[in-house]
């Protein structure tokens, strides 16, 4: 197994519960369908839906959630918050202004934190999004255990219902897979250049350079080699590249004067 491929298991070996999202009556099946697929990058499945304006099930929904329809197949459908919380142990409620309800305020990553240590012992939750025009009133955000607010521009506080999933799912993968990437850039299959090679490099170049009178006036030579040196030492050279930079300054040195095409009498013809 390669490493990426180790790394990419990984990654998927989450134990943590998902938390559900619910969707307080959203009008437009494209945000619905938006939304299903900020949940799929992130690896949430169970997504809740209070009256949806446009009913259910919804084709625009679905071709917006570009192939998330593991999630829009499952989606369940609730006349109310209140049933479509019922089975959540946990309930945080998204909303972008100050309330009257006097509830703790978390940041999405705070919240994440408790989401995914609950959801590690089995716990249900839930983050409640209100609708489009005016998010949640206070007797929804009521049901909730906890606000989750999201630290933006006070002066343009509103965001899209997708925007504001997807930025509590990457917080709840975040925290749920300790930050584990996808994949990376293995130094085992780019390994860095051998200190012979970068030298002949540099031996190449300065020769290059000298022939066409780079280095002026003379005696700053020494300095201007150590500047491009250092220069590429910062580089981290891989082996690969080492070869790309050599190949680049020996067709410099052989480039020839692409000849002018002439221009045929056609050539004036309209």
């Known amino acids: 197994m390669s490493k990426n491929a180790k790394i990419r298991d990984e990654a998927r070996a989450i134990t943590a519960k998902?938390?559900?999202v619910i969707l307080c009556e959203p009008q437009l099946g494209e945000n619905i369908g938006?939304?299903?697929r900020a949940m799929a990058n992130f690896g949430l499945v169970d997504l809740r839906i209070v009256n949806p304006r446009d009913g259910w099930p919804s084709e625009k929904a679905r071709a917006a959630a570009s192939r998330a329809d593991h999630v829009i197949d499952h989606v369940q459908v609730f006349d109310s918050v209140e049933a479509a919380i019922a089975d959540l142990q946990f309930v945080y409620a998204t909303t972008a202004r100050s309330r009257e309800v006097p509830k703790p305020v978390r940041g999405p990553d705070e919240a994440a934190h408790k989401a995914v240590e609950l959801g590690e012992k089995g716990g249900a939750t839930g983050y409640l999004f209100g609708r489009e025009r005016w998010g949640l009133n206070n007797e929804e955000v009521a049901l909730a255990d906890e606000i989750v607010t999201l630290?933006?521009?006070p002066d343009f506080a509103s965001l899209n219902i997708a925007q504001a999933v997807l930025v509590c799912a990457?917080?709840?993968r975040k925290t749920a897979g300790s930050g584990a990437l996808p994949f990376i850039l293995s130094k085992d299959e780019h390994p860095p250049a051998k200190k012979d090679d970068v030298l002949r490099l540099f031996e190449h170049l300065e020769s290059s350079l000298d022939n066409v009178n780079f280095f002026r006036p003379p005696e700053r030579r020494p300095h201007m080699v150590r500047t491009l040196r250092n220069i590429f030492q910062k580089a981290e050279?891989?082996?690969?590249?080492?070869?790309?930079l050599r190949g680049v300054i020996a067709s410099l040195e052989k480039r020839e004067t692409r000849p002018r095409k002439e221009r045929s009498s056609s050539d004036d013809e309209t």
């Open 237 to 244: 050279l891989s082996a690969q590249e080492v070869r790309t």
């Open 34 to 36: 938006t939304a299903a």
């Open 18 to 20: 998902p938390p559900a």
């Open 170 to 172: 990457y917080e709840w």
């Open 151 to 153: 630290p933006v521009d």
